[in-house]
Every structure is written in structure tokens, then in C-alpha cells.
């Protein structure tokens, strides 16, 4: 596909999951079938190889064929896709971006090396490099609040002066004064947000979300981003209803240290819309089976409209990278 511009990219992004076998390899077939699903939940774009995608625990080939897997599916259905290159070493995420070039991807996600932190100089270098690498591909900084350097709204600033190539970030979001900061890079650089959040982050400037809602429901996500654009007040009530669910759900197992892939396989198994599983890599822990039942009801009683998305093509807004239909 074409490189994205910053203005290009927005709304519902969908992360790949990793369904695994008893072992631990992939189940091929059911990641196929998943992002099938995925894609038919008319999200504004699908990426693998975030947190979500497990890409730490993930082995070169493994990297590979999950990429092709996803650029050759996400061209034929004409839905654009990001592939995530990041990797604790530098040196590794540069070979992962050589390679994730030739698939054309819109962008290319990375996150900065992640053992020691790095000085701004050394933010530079690195995205620098992986920008020369990349190009003609745009790249995407995938800054969690979990990452070792942690890049402030001004260097934000500073890195977008110094790398043209830099079109989008992906963090958490913050207060109001975090919005006001960051809304100052916003025409030049996209900003994506904590799915479970996107209503407010939308409302205060960001653009969209790789989104733990659209883990949960795909078609629920990308309707609950339509709403936003139609009644920002309704949306921003379905954000509180959803805080209700997650804070009765995923907080407890959040506080028995349960990692964000294992939360986000935790919501796809609430949603039911993929056969992913719960089962996480090693050392990780796997969020119990019998927690689904119970969340699964709640999220029905909480927010039933997540669940009674219309068929996915009608669902896809008519600009699939734009704002929110009607906003
Ligand atoms: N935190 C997630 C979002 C999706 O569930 C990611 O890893 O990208």
C-alpha cells in the first residue's frame, strides 16, 4: 500500500492476537480466521506486533510470516495495515524494519530500545536510522507508558523537527494539560490513544486508537468510534459504562499482575468473536478461563451496543482513515 501521511491515519486499529497451541507455536489457521474476522469488523486499519501481538516473545520467521500473512490478506481486502518492527535491541528492530519494508506496510510501528534509557540525542540517532531504513515507509513511535524512555510531549516536538519520516505516536493519553501539550504536534503528527479511552481522547485532539476495545469487538469499536462523530455525549457515556466493565474485570487482574496481552486475550475471549484463547508465552501468566463467564454477562448488561454492531462492511465508515463519520 501507499506510505500514510499523518492526516491519514485515524479511528479503530485492530491488533492481530497470537493464538497458540499447547506448546506455544502459532496456530496458523486461526490467526487466518481471526484476521478474517478482524477485518470484516470494518476497523480503520489492522497492525500486528504490539504489546498485544506479543512481539517481545516473538521469533524472527515467526515475525516474517505473521507479516505476510497480514499485508497479503489486509491488500486484497484493500484495509490498511501497519506492521510493528519494535524490539528490545536496536540492532533487531533495524533488521525487523529492512524487512517489513518490502511488505509496504502504511507504516512501520517501533518502539525506542528498551534495556537502557536513552538521551534525546540517542532518541534521535536511533529513529533517525530506522527512518533511512524504513523509507519510503512513514514511521509510528510506540511510546507506552511501560517503556524505558518515556518521550514527553516537547520531545515529541524536538523528534518531529528532526525526522520528517515520524507521521504518528501511540500512547496512553493523559489529563487535559497532557492534551494541550501534545495537540501542539497534532497537524503533523498523528496521535493514538488507550482504546478504552478513545472518546475522550478524540474530544481533546487525538486521532484514533489501536484500540483493546476493537480486541474485545471489532464492529462494536468501530461503531462506538462512529458515534463519536454523531453524539460525542452518548459516546463519552458508552466510555464511562465501559470504565464500569473494566474496572470491574480488568483492574482485579491487572492488580494480580497480569500483563496486557494476556488483558487483551482476556477481551477478545469476553467478545467471542475470535477462537484466540487465552494462553500467553512463557514467562507470562494466562488470565484464568473462569473470569470470561462472568465478564462476558457484565459486558453484555454494561454496554449491549458493543455487541449488536451492525454486519461489518455496513459498519465501515465511507472514509476509512478519515475522522469519525460525521465528526
Ligand atoms: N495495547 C495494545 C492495544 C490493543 O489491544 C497493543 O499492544 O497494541
Not at 531504513?133 to 512513514?138: I, K, L, S, T, Y
Not at 524536538?158 to 495537540?183: H, N
Not at 490513544?193 to 481522547?201: E, N, Q, S
Not at 475470535?274 to 478461563?289: E, Q
Request: charged residues 20%; glycine residues 10%; hydrophobic residues 40%.
Amino acid at each position: 500500500m501507499r506510505p500514510m501521511r499523518a492526516e491519514q491515519i485515524g479511528g479503530v486499529w485492530g491488533t492481530l492476537l497470537l493464538p497458540l497451541a499447547a506448546d506455544e507455536s502459532i496456530d496458523w489457521l486461526r490467526l487466518d480466521t481471526q484476521l478474517t474476522a478482524l477485518i470484516s469488523g470494518g476497523v480503520q486499519g489492522v497492525y500486528a506486533h504490539g504489546t498485544a501481538g506479543e512481539f517481545h516473545t516473538i521469533g524472527e520467521p515467526e515475525f516474517d510470516r505473521v507479516n505476510e500473512l497480514l499485508a497479503e490478506r489486509c491488500t486484497r481486502a484493500g484495509v490498511p495495515y501497519q506492521i510493528g518492527a519494535g524490539h528490545p535491541s536496536a540492532q533487531t528492530c533495524l533488521d525487523r524494519v529492512r524487512r517489513a519494508r518490502e511488505l509496504a506496510p502504511g507504516a512501520i510501528q517501533v518502539i525506542l530500545p528498551d534495556w537502557l534509557p536513552l538521551s534525546d540525542a540517542e532518541c534521535t540517532a536511533f529513529l533517525r536510522r530506522v527512518a533511512a531504513v524504513a523509507e519510503p515507509v512513514p514511521i509510528v513511535l510506540y511510546n507506552p507508558p511501560h517503556a524505558k524512555t518515556q518521550v514527553s510531549p516537547e520531545l515529541l516536538g524536538r523528534l518531529l523537527d528532526r525526522i520528517p519520516a515520524l507521521v504518528g505516536v501511540k500512547m496512553a493519553g493523559g489529563d487535559g494539560a497532557w492534551y494541550a501539550r501534545i495537540r501542539r504536534h497534532a497537524p503533523r503528527c498523528s496521535v493514538f490513544v488507550a482504546g478504552h479511552r478513545l472518546a475522550t481522547g478524540l474530544a481533546n485532539g487525538a486521532h484514533g486508537s489501536y484500540s483493546n476495545i476493537a480486541a474485545m469487538t471489532p464492529a462494536g469499536a468501530v461503531e462506538w468510534y462512529g458515534l463519536m462523530g454523531r453524539d460525542m455525549p452518548a459516546a463519552l457515556d458508552l466510555e464511562r459504562r465501559i470504565g464500569v466493565l473494566f474496572s470491574r474485570h480488568v483492574a482485579p487482574l491487572q492488580a494480580r499482575g497480569l500483563s496486557n496481552p494476556a488483558l487483551d486475550k482476556f477481551l477478545a475471549a469476553v467478545g467471542g468473536w475470535t477462537d484466540t484463547g487465552l494462553r500467553v508465552r512463557w514467562p507470562y501468566a494466562s488470565v484464568p478461563p473462569d473470569s470470561v463467564e462472568a465478564a462476558r454477562r457484565d459486558a453484555r448488561d454494561l454496554v449491549p451496543e458493543l455487541f449488536t454492531a451492525p454486519p461489518a462492511q455496513d459498519a465501515a465508515p465511507p472514509g476509512r482513515c478519515s475522522g469519525p463519520p460525521g465528526g
